[in-house]
């Protein structure tokens, strides 16, 4: 079994909607992040959200973290072309290696 | 600040050889991480040092791999021989701290013929 599981796998919007990424877990954990990775480049952090968080807030990023749900969510408000990337959320249990999901894939059409 | 930098960018080889990536952490980052994407699947962490041992090492596939960190600055990760299979995005990651963000590397693509 895997952690970290990203639904939906790939979501296409329209310049200036919401786009909302979920993301579900299997195990405790110590912290959950979410990077951006665009076509051929590496991946950048977006946000840490620790488990005793529930909710944070980062420019048009907000990431919600239900520990009893075991899922997080990440949505981006009023979305641009430049958001077009991949998203993973990575999960950090005792060892501090990120546990990542398979991503999704969001498409942002100007 | 210059970021985490690995070289190279691609690198292409025949099965059965060898081949070394280099990875470059931002100056003072103590924590140095490997992670591999192979096609299709998820990203998987690798290893783990801070400064130059080896914390956790329990995402190495096998004895093919082989990771340094000398010095404790930039650290080597040598596949050898290659496998087909050994194909993908191989990234390496720093932080401070060991519970802080990490910060990536654009990661070096491996093709394996």
């Known amino acids: 079994s895997q952690q970290g599981e990203e639904d939906p796998q790939a979501l296409s919007i329209q310049e200036g909607e919401n786009a909302t990424m979920n993301c579900s877990y299997k195990t405790s954990i110590n912290n959950l992040q979410w990077y951006r990775q665009n076509s051929g480049r590496g991946l950048v952090h977006l946000i840490l959200?620790?488990?005793?968080?529930r909710e944070k807030h980062s420019g048009r990023l907000r990431v919600t973290l239900d520990t009893s749900k075991k899922s997080s969510s990440l949505l981006i408000t009023a979305s641009r072309a430049a958001d077009t990337a991949s998203y993973f959320c990575?999960?950090?249990?005792?060892?501090?290696?990120?546990?990542f999901g398979s991503g999704t894939r969001l498409l942002v059409r100007p | 600040e210059a970021g985490v930098t690995q070289f190279p960018s691609h690198s292409v080889i025949e099965k059965g050889q060898t081949v070394t990536l280099r990875c470059d952490p931002i100056s003072g980052h103590d924590n140095l991480y490997w992670y591999r994407r192979v096609m299709g699947k998820e990203i998987k962490f690798l290893l783990h040092f801070v400064k130059e041992s080896k914390q956790d090492e329990s995402g190495m596939p096998n004895n093919r791999f082989l990771a340094e960190r000398t010095g404790g600055t930039y650290s080597t990760l040598k596949v050898q021989p290659a496998e087909l299979e050994d194909s993908g995005v191989y990234f390496c990651a720093s932080s401070k701290l060991a519970t802080g963000e990490q910060f990536f590397g654009p990661g070096t693509r491996l093709t394996v013929l």
């Open positions: 990575a999960t950090v249990r005792s060892s501090y290696k990120l546990i």
């Open positions: 959200i620790r488990s005793n968080e």
